[in-house]
């Protein structure tokens, strides 16, 4: 079966840094998106995206978070100046049309010291 | 608003017994329900969804589940379950099939030998 490649799968960062998170969808997917999860709590919603533009984000996705899909193969998640509070599991995921099957990645997990 | 409760947060298992995992959602309107499986250091894996027709929803690996929409419910179960049925399960659910996910806490399933 085909997979969402994330990576890396772990990351450390220091508090203030900039961070990327690159998610390599499926080929043919359209539809992609962002969902985070805190350790013991639940998986989150952060953004969904489409057409070279996003479609939805959740009120957790402030300004201090954006997306790009830079080169029609790539997805990434950037935070721009990483608090504590970002320490969590990333996940990508995509699909190839709307009413479709949504594909995981593994997930990118981000620890912020 | 929507929210989902997995009531129990693990559930330890022998092999070959009966699993029945608990899923409860809250919604003002009409949902489109869904179970995933994490397997360790994997993505979330779709089990099996109901978006509308018989409420009784078979899934992949002999997973199925029953939507109860009186008691807004949504459980998940396995007549016999194999060591390899150990991961995480997560219930979400959606107002469009193809509208970002809602989680549940998830619940860990330990099969013992």
């Known amino acids: 079966e085909p997979e969402v490649t994330q990576t890396p799968s772990h990351q450390v960062t220091q508090m203030g840094q900039e961070v990327i998170l690159r998610c390599v969808p499926i080929s043919n997917h359209l539809y992609f998106y962002w969902y985070r999860q805190i350790l013991g709590q639940k998986v989150e919603f952060l953004v969904s995206f489409y057409n070279n533009e996003i479609s939805e984000k959740s009120e957790i996705f402030d300004d201090q978070f954006s997306v790009e899909r830079p080169d029609g193969s790539n997805f990434t998640l950037k935070i721009r100046s990483t608090k504590l509070e970002d320490s969590a599991m990333y996940f990508c995921?995509?699909?190839?049309?709307?009413?479709?099957?949504?594909?995981f990645g593994s997930g990118t997990q981000l620890s912020v010291l | 608003a929507q929210s989902v409760t997995q009531l129990d947060s693990q559930v330890p298992v022998f092999e070959e017994a009966p699993v029945e995992l608990r899923c409860n959602y809250s919604?003002?309107?009409?949902?489109?329900l869904f179970w995933y499986v994490q397997y360790p250091n994997q993505g979330l894996q779709l089990l099996l969804k109901y978006l509308s027709g018989s409420t009784l929803v078979k899934g992949i690996n002999g997973f199925e589940a029953e939507f109860n929409k009186s008691q807004t419910s949504f459980h998940l179960r396995k007549p016999s379950v194999h060591i390899s049925d150990t991961a995480e399960y997560f219930c979400a659910v959606s107002v469009a099939a193809g509208n970002k996910l809602t989680f549940g806490g998830g619940t860990r399933v330990l099969v013992k030998p």
């Open positions: 995921a995509s699909r190839q049309d709307y009413n479709e099957k949504l594909f």
């Open positions: 919604s003002s309107v009409s949902v489109y």
